[in-house]
């Protein structure tokens, strides 16, 4: 199976080799566990690093928020994007029905699944991208009413993106929750997200205040063997890294 390096420091030597390339990878965890920095650090170092191009589109915060705030790790996403590298699409905006200033949007009313995957396919065909990330689910699945119509848009989503030869990554929010404690784990808000995946990393906390610990565990990687441990995992000022437990606990 082909491969291409996730970006995240540390972490393609635990799946042998980086993702399975043209496949969907579903990022999970409580808010605040660094689902947005992981998908964004995908598609950054996977330009600079393996020359593919990427889609970002962002239902959670406003493009310009993401710009300032990925500085902080010295991530100059405008020049990506003036380098039709690395497109943003604002579906922030058509969220709150208001017209978005940026370049690439979704406009509002437009937020049925059908147009939305017609116009990121449309995004990512213009910049030959390679990469896709959709953060996230359930920001995008708040325009749709019942679950019945969630569940068909994330089945469809995961369709085309096969389809598309894209690697892509979709992003979910699930409770807090401790592994481990014996409570039956949920790994995506619907349940369907996880299983259109091909595969699964969970992100968590162990512990809470100043003691937590930020993990990253492998719940599933269809075709490739992979790290089962709960790996301790660092958001530095070079983005997010991945450590063996050994490492950190010695
Ligand atoms: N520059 C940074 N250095 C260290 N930690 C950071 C930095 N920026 C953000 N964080 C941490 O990452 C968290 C946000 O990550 P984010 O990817 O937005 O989470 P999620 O998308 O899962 O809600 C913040 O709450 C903060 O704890
Ligand atoms: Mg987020």
């Not at 406009?107 to 017609?118: M, T």
């Not at 996230?136 to 030869?165: F, N, T």
């Not at 369907?192 to 937590?212: K, P, Q």
């Amino acid at each position: 199976m082909d491969r291409t390096t996730s970006g995240i420091y540390g972490l393609d030597e635990l799946l042998g080799g980086g993702f399975p390339k043209k496949r969907a990878i579903l990022v999970s965890g409580a808010c605040g566990t660094g689902k947005s920095i992981f998908s964004m650090q995908f598609a950054y170092r996977g330009i600079l690093e393996a020359e593919e191009p990427a889609v970002f589109v962002t239902f959670d915060e406003m493009p310009d928020k993401i710009r300032q705030d990925m500085l902080n790790f010295k991530w100059n996403l405008k020049e990506l994007e003036d380098n039709d590298l690395l497109a943003i699409v604002d579906a922030t905006s058509a969220r709150a029905g208001v017209p978005s200033e940026e370049e690439h949007s979704i406009l509002p009313g437009q937020l049925d699944i059908d147009k939305l995957l017609v116009d990121i396919l449309g995004v990512a065909r213009n910049i030959g991208a390679k990469r896709l990330v959709i953060d996230s689910i359930p920001a995008m699945a708040s325009q749709l009413e019942q679950e019945s119509q969630i569940r068909r848009a994330v089945l469809k989503l995961a369709y085309i993106v096969s389809r598309s030869g894209l690697t892509t990554i979709f992003t979910s929010e699930i409770p807090e929750q401790s592994l481990g404690s014996g409570a039956a784990m949920q790994f995506s808000k619907y349940e369907v997200e996880e299983y259109v995946a091909d595969g699964v990393i969970i992100l968590n906390f162990l512990g809470v205040g100043t003691g937590a610990t930020r993990t990253l565990y492998v719940r599933k990687m269809r075709g490739t063997k992979h790290s089962l441990e709960i790996h301790p995992l660092e958001i530095t000022e070079k983005g997010i890294v991945v450590k063996k437990v050994e490492e950190v606990f010695k």
